[in-house]
């Protein structure tokens, strides 16, 4: 991979962007390579969690501006040109969508500038960590246009309404220690190699854990958010009699009393029906 460096160790997956000299911004080989490795951790089911990290002064600069100048067409002079604007923007949507359906919770850490697709791809993680000099920036609304991968969808349910409204109308600057007071980071730290020890820590206590419990927690997180309580509630019940393991339970509580690691089956691998050869 050109953009990224990915490495597998003791469950947890470590996906680092890989193109300081750049500012490890957006280009179509950064969303076809990111989008491989996301479906691969999906398939696969060797990882029971994800390290995103980012290398240089700043995680990312977001979208690379020269792309829609040459690799990338938005015609804005026929309704037909226009309408081939949604088709393009749902692949790439679909993308970061990856970060939030992948069977596995995310960490990402973030030092320097989290600037325009930065904050797209962030905000579909699960949890976010921050160096003091990070800051995040709705850069979109700078440039003349509206931010549109998953920004405003998801930043609304993270961060009060009105922080959200001011970030996208005027395209300030959001600082880490702000961040963190509004909840959008969980934690702010002073080098980005203690930020990444710590995510790998967090990481590696989420792998120790049932992959199918969390498997199973993150799906009742994100339903939860976007479901009235009742609703919520009904779909815990299925979850919970869909994937309850007496096993499970009794591994844990006897791990603890015999203060060992518990030792748990991995989620399966994934076949999709359309790679069968029949």
Partial sequence: MDCFTLTLENHVAHL????PEALNTMHPKFWRELDEVLAGLHRNGAAR????????KHFS??????TFGGDIA????????RAAVFDLLTEMQATFTRLETLRIPVIVAIQGGCIGGAV????????????????????EINIGMVADVGTLQRLPKLVPLGVVKELAYTGRRL????????????????????MVAAALKCATEIAAKPPV???????????????????????????????????????????????????FPDLPPLSSFTDLKK
């Fill in 16 to 19: 680092v962007l890989s193109r």
């Fill in 49 to 56: 969690a994800l390290v995103i990290s980012s290398t240089g």
């Fill in 61 to 66: 600069a977001g979208m690379a501006l020269d």
């Fill in 74 to 81: 938005m015609d804005d002079a026929t309704p037909e040109g």
């Fill in 120 to 139: 797209d791809m962030v905000t579909a993680c699960c949890i976010r960590y921050a160096t003091a000099d990070a800051f995040f920036c709705i850069q």
């Fill in 175 to 194: 600082h880490a220690q702000k961040a963190l007071g509004y909840g959008l980071v969980n934690e702010v730290f002073d080098t980005q190699d203690a």
């Fill in 213 to 263: 419990a969390i498997w199973g927690t993150k799906q009742v997180i994100h339903y939860a958010r976007d479901h009235p309580v009742d609703d919520a509630l009904k779909q815990m019940g299925w979850v919970q009699g869909a994937i309850w393991s007496n096993a499970h339970v009794r591994e844990s509580v006897t791990a603890i009393k015999e203060k060992r690691a518990a030792v």
